[in-house]
């Protein structure tokens, strides 16, 4: 199910750095040039993670399972090799938790013009109370259409 939050409501709330920026995994998605195709520079999606993150174990005497606040940051990269940079602007970030939900956060723009400013720095945090390996997917995009897409792995173990 997809909620509009505001980008405060993506922070969630008092969590924590698990991880320093050292141990965060970077991947970068995108396609593989065809065999002998001239390689034209497009932009990137990079996010960021933590590698590996704990939950701890449930105390005895504790009605609530634990849970974790996961942050993930996304950077869109090579923004000058955009053919246009129109398309952009002003996205809609949809994060996949991989755990069946979604946030969503739909900006409130003004109309395009040469020369506005373009997000290019996203962050969301979602709360996870079961160990396991998830593949965390951001989605930017306009008017219901993915612009540009990106994921990255996040292992939580107990």
């Not at 998605?29 to 390689?39: K, V």
């Not at 996961?70 to 938790?97: F, G, H, I, P």
Request: proline residues 7%; aromatic residues 8%; charged residues 30%.
């Amino acid at each position: 199910m997809a909620a509009s939050l505001s980008p405060t409501a993506l922070l969630g709330g008092g969590s924590e750095r698990a991880a320093s920026e050292e141990d965060a995994r970077i991947i970068v998605i995108g396609e593989a040039p065809e065999a002998g195709a001239p390689t034209a520079a497009e932009p990137k999606l990079t996010l960021r993670a933590p590698r590996q993150l704990f939950l701890r174990p449930r105390m005895p005497g504790e009605t609530r399972r634990p849970s974790l606040d996961v942050e993930v940051s996304a950077r869109l990269e090579d923004l000058d090799t955009a053919e246009n940079l129109e398309d952009y602007y002003c996205l809609e970030e949809v994060w996949d938790w991989d755990d069946d939900t979604e946030s969503v956060y739909e900006p409130d723009c003004d109309p395009y013009e040469e020369g506005s400013e373009i997000e290019t720095f996203f962050f969301g945090s979602h709360r996870f109370s079961l160990p396991g390996t998830y593949r965390v997917w951001l989605r930017l995009q306009r008017s219901g259409e993915t612009v540009i897409a990106g994921n990255v792995v996040v292992r939580i173990r107990n």
